[in-house]
């Protein structure tokens, strides 16, 4: 059996194409990219209740969780959160050839729990009035990735690297700025709204210009 198979995509359409290993299987392990945690558990809690079989999630940093791929986890599924990490592990020869597609697009956010602390824009960054802005590692985490580019392109990242402080995946990220860790930190927006409304605080939605499709 191989190792992982990084389709991406509704867990119900996965097991369409998956139906002939797992046509047997009372437990399925997943590998999911820490920003879709949340959604990726709905979609588990459906597919338990049409299947009777058990979803195992594993949630992480893409690169964590393809490290582990490559280290023999015996993941049957990888939701990531960019397409360069799946292609590279086609090409290695650690998937199921043709079951690699995109499912969706994630969006960049920067959050505050505190309500009215950031704004509309993103000005909140070149005020400076905070001690602590977290990101994802962004040599593991496409969204930290993202965040770089974004204070790139704000030409302030240079200014702000004394006040960076990076979280191991997107969900240690939000962590910090929900425990009051880091007063804002980018996140996806996906792990900000609950039942399609936002959580309490304040969050600048990032133009998807600013930075590379996630």
Request: aromatic share 8%; glycine share 10%.
């Amino acid at each position: 059996m191989k190792h992982g198979a990084p389709a991406l995509g509704s867990l119900l359409l996965l097991a369409l194409l998956f139906v002939a290993r797992l046509a047997a299987a009372a437990e399925i392990q997943v590998a999911v990219a820490s920003n879709f945690t949340g959604p990726m558990q709905e979609l588990a809690r459906q597919f338990e209740q049409k299947t009777g079989d058990h979803v195992v999630l594993v949630s992480g940093a893409t690169g964590k969780l393809a490290a582990q791929i490559e280290q023999g986890a015996p993941f049957e599924l990888l939701l990531a959160a960019d397409e360069r990490t799946p292609s590279r592990l086609e090409s290695a020869g650690l998937t199921v050839p043709g079951t690699r597609f995109t499912y969706a697009f994630g969006k960049l956010a920067l959050y505050s729990s505190k309500s009215g602390f950031v704004d509309g824009k993103g000005a909140v960054l070149r005020g400076g009035h905070f001690r602590h802005l977290a990101l994802a590692n962004p040599k593991l985490a496409p969204y930290g990735a993202a965040a770089i580019a974004v204070l790139k392109q704000l030409q302030l990242l240079d200014s702000l690297q004394p006040k960076l402080v990076e979280g191991e995946n997107i969900s240690q990220t939000l962590e910090f700025v929900t425990t009051g860790n880091a007063e804002l930190g980018f996140v996806a927006l996906s792990q900000i709204l609950l039942a399609g409304k936002p959580r309490a605080g304040s969050y600048w939605l990032v133009p998807e210009s600013m930075y590379a499709p996630i």
